[in-house]
């Protein structure tokens, strides 16, 4: 079986890696970048996808990339602690959560992709322009004229999808909810435990702070900084580039006198080198992610708001998921719908929940009950309730502790493994002109 894939970001490449562990070996990944870069700032990666990638044999390679996330805390905009919870070994889980740098994370699946399939199965340069299907051959077309044919072709392009464009023309452009994103990284001293992630203020305007790396020789560690502000009065959605660096006048005159005893945000914000902004975008879920041979995975399946850190975990379940169902099926139509049928529903019910701003509700019912803060959080909070509230998008994103410590392995042993590689047509015929 020939797998195509478009997208070489942190979907495609835990891709091609999963089919290969699974003995899915003709994989061939088309990144349009001409070298994958190592770009970004600080994402964080989630027990459920810590495991997905210790299961890869990547275990060492992340752990020395990130840090361990140590606990993670909401504080209102006043700089009060609404709740604190233990995070990855801490809170019972048997793998760690990472807070990381995204360009290093790509950069260890990039070399273990080089490693183990080999520099000749990724294709640097390659941007998708087109793809049609003719039975059960699909056929994808670069901006530079040339074509490449195989029996499955994955969209992990991102959220700008050109494979999920060509299956849902008539979508339009992503869908902006009036934030502004300003993300930076500050080598500064740490802050709280070490490995805190924190969070301070509410949806429209607020603060996530955390370390990616461990303290160095200087006392300093690198320190992740989004700012997020509700700026769209008067103004069009800022442009959707990952690489879109601005200078740091706007989140000074924005967030530069928020200085708490535990964080002085202002120093922060003028120690960071570079600061890039970008709209919290996303999409509405879709009916369906396949036609026929193709489907979608990743950013290009599934755009969602960059709230409770789901993001790249989401994607590299993806992968997990449909390398698993591509081994074990008999055939890929099957394998195809087997993927759609788990992962579809469930990260459209990621996408839904965080625009209710997931298991940051916390902090908006702070804001709404006690606006110019509290003497006791119990004032504010029923018993019981800080914790029902962060327990429910736990379950909703598919890693609170017990389901995810008892789920069954996505690891296909050799023995199981039936491959569909059954050559057979599509049973859902294409429907456009082009699939
Ligand atoms: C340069 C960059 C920087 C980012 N920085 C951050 C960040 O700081 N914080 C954060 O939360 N998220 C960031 N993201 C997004 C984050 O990586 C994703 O939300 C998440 O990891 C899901 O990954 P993905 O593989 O589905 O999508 P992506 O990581 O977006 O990867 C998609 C890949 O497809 C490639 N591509 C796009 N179109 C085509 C095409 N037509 N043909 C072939 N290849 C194509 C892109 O170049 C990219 O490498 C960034 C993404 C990129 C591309």
Redesign the pocket.
């Known amino acids: 079986m020939k797998v195509l894939v ?7 490449l835990s891709l091609a890696l999963s089919l290969h562990a699974a003995g899915l070996d003709g994989v061939e990944v ?4 001409p070298v ?2 190592e ?5 964080n990666v989630l027990p459920h996808a810590v495991r997905e990638l210790t299961e890869l044999g990547l275990a060492d390679e992340v752990a020395a990339a990130g840090l361990a996330t140590g606990e993670f805390v909401m504080f209102n905009k006043h700089g009060q602690r609404i709740w604190g919870e233990p995070r990855g070994f801490g809170a019972g889980y048997r793998w760690p959560q990472y807070s990381i740098h ?1 360009g290093r994370l790509l950069g260890v699946l990039h070399r273990a992709v080089l490693d183990r399939l080999g520099a000749k199965r990724m294709h640097t340069g ?4 087109r793809c049609s299907q003719d039975g059960s051959l699909v056929r994808v077309e670069f901006a530079d004229g040339g074509v490449a044919e195989g029996d499955v072709l994955v969209g ?7 494979v999920r464009t060509q299956l849902h023309p008539d979508e339009g452009p992503p869908l902006w909810n009036g934030i502004t994103m300003w ?1 930076a990284v500050a080598r500064a001293e740490p802050f709280l435990s070490g490995a805190t992630m924190a969070i301070v203020g509410h949806f429209g305007k607020r603060a996530v702070i955390y370390p990616i790396t461990p303290v160095g020789p200087d006392g300093r560690a690198l320190i992740n900084i989004v700012l997020e502000a509700k700026t769209t009065e008067g103004r069009p959605m800022p442009r959707q580039d ?2 879109r660096a601005v200078n740091a006048d706007e989140v000074r005159a924005l967030f530069g006198s928020m200085r708490f005893d535990w964080i002085d945000l202002g120093m922060l914000i003028e120690t960071a080198e570079q600061w ?1 902004q970008y709209p919290m975008v996303d999409r509405d879920p879709l009916p369906g992610w396949s036609l026929g041979r193709v489907t979608l ?4 399946a599934h ?1 969602m708001y ?1 709230v409770g850190a789901n ?2 975990s989401q ?1 590299i379940l993806d992968a997990r998921t449909l390398a698993h169902d591509l081994a074990l099926e008999t055939t890929i139509d099957a394998a195809l719908d087997t993927y759609e049928t788990t992962r579809r529903p469930a990260t459209s019910a990621v996408v839904l929940a965080n625009r209710q701003v997931g298991a940051e509700k916390c902090m908006e019912l702070a804001e709404a009950r006690a606006p110019n803060g509290f003497r006791r959080i119990e004032d504010v909070f029923a018993p019981g309730e800080l914790e029902e509230l962060t327990t429910q998008y736990k379950r909703t994103a598919g890693f609170d502790p017990a389901t995810l410590n008892e789920r069954p392995s996505l690891t296909v042993p050799p023995a199981d493994r039936t491959a569909a590689t059954n050559d057979s047509p599509a049973t859902a015929p294409p429907t456009s002109a082009d699939l």
């Open positions: 478009a997208g070489g970001g942190i979907g495609g088309f990144e349009a970048s994958v870069e770009l970004g700032v600080g994402i995204r390659h941007r998708v322009v992990a392009d991102g959220v700008h999808s050109t993300r990952w690489n890039w995975l990743g950013d290009a755009p960059p993001g790249a994607a």
